[in-house]
C-alpha cells in the first residue's frame, strides 16, 4: 500500500467537511424525533451515494448537480416547513397540556435525514472522484478517517444535544432543513460559500421561533384552548 499524504489528506478534509454537517442534522432529527433510526436514514442516504462512487468511480461526476441540489432543495424546503408547524403544536401542548395534536410524520423526518446524507455525500463524491485514480488506497484511508471522525464526534456530541427541550430541537431543525434548501437552491444557480449556511441558520431560527410563538395561550393556560391548527379546521 503507498500512501500520498497530499491525497489523504484531501479525501481526510472532503469528507469531514461535507459529513459534519450530515451529522449535525442527524443529531437534531434525532433529538426532535426519539428515534435512532433517523441516524441510520442518513448513513443509508450517505452510502447510497458513496458506495457506487467506488464502485464507478467518475462516472458519478456526469450527474447533473443542479437537478441533484434543486431537487433536494424543494424536499427539505417541505419538510423544513412541515416540522416548523410541529414546533408551534409542541410549544403549545407544553404551555397547556392535554391537546393530543398529530405528531410530526418520523417518515418525513427519515427521508430528511436521508436527502441531507445523499447530498453531502454527493458533494464529497464529486471531489473524491478526482482523487481515487491519483491514488486509490490514500483516498480511501482518507474517507474511511474522515467518517470515523465524524461518528465520534456525534457520539460525543449527543450527550450534550439531549438536553435542549423538544419544541426547541424542532425549532432547530426546522432552521437548518430550510437554511439548507436555502443554500443548496441558490448554489443549484450560482456558486455559494458554506459559510453563507451561518447566516441562514440564524435568519430562519428567528423566522421559525417567531412564527411557533405567535397566537400562543400564556404558561399554565388550561387545556380547554384551542390548538394552533384547531381554529382554522373548525372554521371550514
Known amino acids: 500500500m503507498s500512501i500520498d499524504v497530499g491525497i489523504l489528506l484531501a479525501a481526510l478534509g472532503i469528507t469531514t467537511l461535507e459529513m459534519v454537517e450530515a451529522s449535525a442534522v442527524g443529531l437534531t432529527l434525532y433529538h ?4 435512532p433510526a433517523v441516524f441510520g436514514a442518513v448513513a443509508a442516504g450517505t452510502i447510497a451515494v458513496l458506495i457506487p462512487t467506488l464502485i464507478l468511480g467518475r462516472a458519478i461526476a456526469l450527474l447533473p ?10 424536499l427539505l424546503l417541505y419538510f423544513g416547513l412541515r416540522l416548523a408547524k410541529s414546533a408551534k403544536r409542541a410549544l403549545f401542548r407544553s404551555r397547556v397540556g392535554g391537546f393530543h395534536g398529530e405528531e410530526e410524520s418520523h417518515r418525513s423526518l427519515m427521508v430528511a435525514g436521508f436527502s441531507v446524507g445523499a447530498i453531502e455525500a454527493f458533494e464529497a463524491a464529486i471531489v473524491l472522484v478526482a482523487l481515487l ?3 486509490f488506497d490514500s483516498t480511501i484511508f482518507g474517507l ?7 461518528v465520534l464526534a456525534t457520539l460525543i456530541l449527543q ?8 419544541a426547541s430541537m424542532k425549532i432547530a431543525v426546522s432552521a437548518l432543513l430550510l437554511s439548507f434548501s436555502t443554500f443548496w437552491g441558490a448554489e443549484s444557480l450560482i456558486p455559494v460559500s458554506d459559510l453563507f449556511l451561518i447566516p441562514f441558520f440564524g435568519l430562519f431560527a428567528l423566522l421559525v421561533y417567531t412564527y411557533s410563538h405567535m397566537g400562543l395561550p400564556p404558561a399554565g393556560a388550561t387545556s380547554s384552548v384551542k390548538g394552533p391548527d384547531e381554529g382554522a379546521s373548525q372554521a371550514q
Open 32 to 35: 426532535a424525533s426519539k428515534r
Open 65 to 74: 448537480v443542479f437537478y441533484v441540489r434543486l431537487i433536494a432543495a424543494v
Open 133 to 135: 485514480p491519483v491514488n
Open 144 to 150: 474511511v478517517t474522515g467518517i470515523v471522525v465524524v
Open 159 to 166: 450527550s450534550q444535544v439531549r438536553k435542549v427541550k423538544q
